[in-house]
């Protein structure tokens, strides 16, 4: 199971990830979209189906990104 914990190194330790695929991680919540959000300026693809604990506040944040 990938945690926010996880995704929350991944984004620190890799700023310059432009795709990511969290596709069926239903554990992940906000906290894990906000790392991505506040790391990784350069994100263009961000792929959160059926990912059930996110909510509105992640969301938007992360489409605040500017392209």
């Keep these: 199971n ?6 929350e190194a991944l984004a ?3 700023p310059g990830l432009t795709t990511v695929n969290l596709t ?5 919540t906000d906290g894990a979209v906000e790392a991505l959000a506040s790391h990784c300026p350069g ?3 961000v792929d959160l ?3 059930r604990n996110l909510r509105v ?3 938007t ?7």
């Design 2 to 7: 990938l945690t926010d914990g996880a995704v």
């Design 12 to 14: 620190s330790h890799c």
């Design 24 to 28: 069926y991680y239903s554990n992940l």
């Design 43 to 45: 994100l263009t693809t």
């Design 49 to 51: 189906s059926c990912c």
């Design 57 to 59: 506040p992640g969301a």
């Design 61 to 67: 944040r992360l489409a605040q990104l500017e392209p």
